[in-house]
């Protein structure tokens, strides 16, 4: 069965035809209840064309912010729909983004992301599946990174972190 939206439609015609984007709109797409169409804006930033009209109205680190903040409802919501990833998806797209982002020295970006994983990781700790995601799809990945999983070493001292820091170790040995 396809999924028909014409909303989704409308999303797609103004990313491929807009010369700029509008801030609002675009904020107003990713603020969507239904997660089908930020994922489809989330989607087509592969495109370059898209994604430099992107950079007209947004600096990198607030679109990379989208990203995360994307992921997370995906995370929380784990949707079925066509478009949007459901968590374990969506957790596995934010570790090739932040591998990316290391790859690229966005170092600043790179220690956000810990502390923006961090506050995610204390907010959600008693949804049980939201927190084996965030240990089982983003945490155990990115600790195949020596030079990542040293930016999380402080989770061993925090009570509330050291149990998703000791899992996500105990899969990389």
């Not at 609002?24 to 994604?51: F, G, H, Q």
Request: proline share 2%; aromatic share 12%; charged share 30%.
């Amino acid at each position: 069965m396809r999924y028909e939206d014409n909303k989704l439609n409308v999303i797609r015609k103004y990313l491929v035809t807009q010369n700029s984007y509008d801030r609002k709109a675009i904020l107003d797409i990713m603020a969507d209840s239904d997660l089908n169409r930020p994922s489809l804006l989330i989607a087509m930033m592969s495109n370059s064309d898209v994604l430099e009209k992107m950079e007209s109205c947004f600096s990198f680190e607030e679109i990379t912010d989208l990203h995360f903040e994307f992921a997370k409802r995906c995370i929380i919501q784990n949707p079925d729909g066509v478009t949007a990833p459901n968590r374990y998806i969506a957790a596995h797209e934010l570790v090739n983004w932040l591998i990316e982002l290391k790859r690229s020295h966005e170092e600043k970006i790179v220690n956000d992301f810990v502390y923006w994983l961090e506050c995610f990781y204390k907010e959600f700790i008693l949804d049980e599946d939201v927190k084996i995601c965030i240990i089982t799809g983003i945490l155990e990945h990115l600790f195949e990174d020596v030079d990542i999983r040293l930016k999380f070493l402080y989770w061993r001292d925090d009570p509330m972190l050291v149990e998703a820091y000791k899992m996500a170790e105990e899969w990389i040995h």
